[in-house]
């Protein structure tokens, strides 16, 4: 009964991390950058580059969310707004990253159009109503642990009836021994047999006991080593080839440098869905589409299913 609650955890952990998949965008939230001065429109203002990240602490994973940024007022100010939209799953969101607004300024005493760059940093937090359905990374957390537990006990158990085995084989082997000695035609007048065939049957049934007790404890010791109880995710860094941080390219090399406490082989995700397995050299590209600052994550997962992320911003020249 254990062992079947020990490979119900591990499934229903091996589940969590299949299951979990990308939510839909629901609610839609606000964030004020500040105030643009247009000198009566002489000055015009739009936005370049918007990267903005959601990091969401109570289920354990991290999105790049969907904005825009709108203009709005008369006169000589305006005010610029970041518009963001988060799911509806009732979780605690960090949103941060940054925003670059060009401004044109056609008012300058030398003549011809000046241009300029704004850049503004974004650091909020929104508390999202609803409910969140699924699995994620955090619940697969909360599902490994159990399923640990689960195996640790199945493990103490199996030990201690391989013990009880061990012993019952070793008592039938020296009353085979004994009934040997004794007299072959002793007969139990029940079962019709010998008291050296009873023991001897004894002694082969102990021992089928163990054998089947051996299968036990390499399936359990299969599962904490695919498991290990291991839920610690891996510490990631991301660091171009070259120590730069601009490319006019569209893509930058990069290294990945990972720490684990049990895993040798990753997978890594530039967009937290798909993972592929990760170079024995650790050499990835980067992608950097847009022109201007580029907020790349990297997550990484390691062999028990455990994700690190980490980031890296690359400025398109």
Same mark, same amino acid.
């Given at each position: 009964?254990?062992?079947?609650?020990?490979?119900?955890?591990?499934?229903?952990?091996?589940?969590?991390?299949?299951?979990?998949?990308?939510?839909?965008?629901?609610?839609?939230?606000?964030?004020?950058?500040?105030?643009?001065?247009?000198?009566?429109?002489?000055?015009?203002?739009?936005?370049?580059?918007?990267?903005?990240?959601?990091?969401?602490?109570?289920?354990?994973?991290?999105?790049?969310?969907?904005?825009?940024?709108?203009?709005?007022?008369?006169?000589?100010?305006?005010?610029?707004?970041?518009?963001?939209?988060?799911?509806?799953?009732?979780?605690?969101?960090?949103?941060?990253?940054?925003?670059?607004?060009?401004?044109?300024?056609?008012?300058?005493?030398?003549?011809?159009?000046?241009?300029?760059?704004?850049?503004?940093?974004?650091?909020?937090?929104?508390?999202?109503?609803?409910?969140?359905?699924?699995?994620?990374?955090?619940? #697969?957390?909360? &599902? @490994?642990?159990? $399923? /640990?537990?689960? +195996?640790? !006990? %199945? *493990?103490? =158990?199996?030990?201690? #009836?391989?013990? &009880? @085995?061990?012993? $019952? /084989?070793?008592? +039938?082997? !020296? %009353? *085979?021994? =004994?009934?040997?000695? #004794?007299?072959?035609?002793?007969?139990? $007048?029940?079962?019709?047999?010998?008291? %050296?065939?009873?023991?001897?049957?004894?002694?082969?049934?102990?021992?089928?006991?163990?054998?089947?007790?051996?299968?036990?404890?390499?399936?359990?010791?299969?599962?904490?080593?695919?498991?290990?109880?291991?839920?610690?995710?891996?510490?990631?860094?991301?660091?171009?080839?070259?120590?730069?941080?601009?490319?006019?390219?569209?893509?930058?090399?990069?290294?990945?440098?990972?720490?684990?406490?049990?895993?040798?082989?990753?997978?890594?995700?530039?967009?937290?869905?798909?993972?592929?397995?990760?170079?024995?050299?650790?050499?990835?590209?980067?992608?950097?589409?847009?022109?201007?600052?580029?907020?790349?994550?990297?997550?990484?997962?390691?062999?028990?299913?455990?994700?690190?992320?980490?980031?890296?911003?690359?400025?398109?020249?």
């Amino acid at each position: 009964m254990r062992l079947r609650r020990a490979l119900f955890g591990f499934l229903l952990f091996i589940c969590s991390i299949l299951s979990y998949s990308h939510i839909a965008y629901a609610g839609s939230y606000s964030y004020y950058l500040g105030q643009l001065y247009t000198h009566y429109g002489m000055i015009g203002y739009s936005p370049q580059n918007i990267n903005i990240v959601g990091f969401n602490d109570t289920q354990g994973f991290s999105k790049i969310l969907p904005a825009d940024v709108s203009i709005s007022g008369s006169g000589q100010w305006l005010n610029a707004y970041l518009n963001y939209t988060l799911p509806d799953d009732g979780s605690y969101w960090r949103v941060q990253g940054n925003v670059v607004i060009m401004s044109s300024n056609g008012s300058s005493p030398e003549g011809g159009v000046s241009y300029s760059y704004l850049i503004y940093k974004v650091d909020t937090a929104n508390s999202t109503p609803g409910s969140f359905s699924g699995y994620s990374p955090r619940t #697969a957390t909360v &599902s @490994a642990n159990t $399923a /640990a537990t689960s +195996a640790g !006990n %199945a *493990y103490n =158990a199996a030990n201690a #009836a391989r013990s &009880s @085995a061990d012993l $019952a /084989a070793i008592n +039938a082997s !020296n %009353a *085979y021994q =004994a009934a040997s000695s #004794a007299s072959t035609y002793t007969w139990d $007048a029940y079962t019709s047999k010998s008291a %050296a065939t009873l023991s001897r049957e004894a002694r082969d049934q102990g021992q089928a006991a163990n054998n089947k007790l051996d299968l036990i404890y390499a399936s359990i010791t299969s599962i904490e080593k695919n498991m290990g109880g291991d839920v610690t995710p891996p510490l990631v860094r991301v660091r171009t080839a070259t120590g730069a941080t601009a490319t006019s390219g569209s893509s930058i090399k990069a290294v990945l440098d990972i720490s684990d406490n049990a895993s040798s082989l990753f997978t890594y995700s530039l967009d937290s869905v798909t993972y592929t397995p990760l170079p024995a050299s650790r050499v990835i590209f980067l992608p950097v589409a847009a022109p201007g600052p580029n907020i790349i994550q990297v997550s990484v997962k390691d062999e028990a299913g455990n994700t690190g992320a980490a980031s890296i911003t690359i400025r398109k020249l």
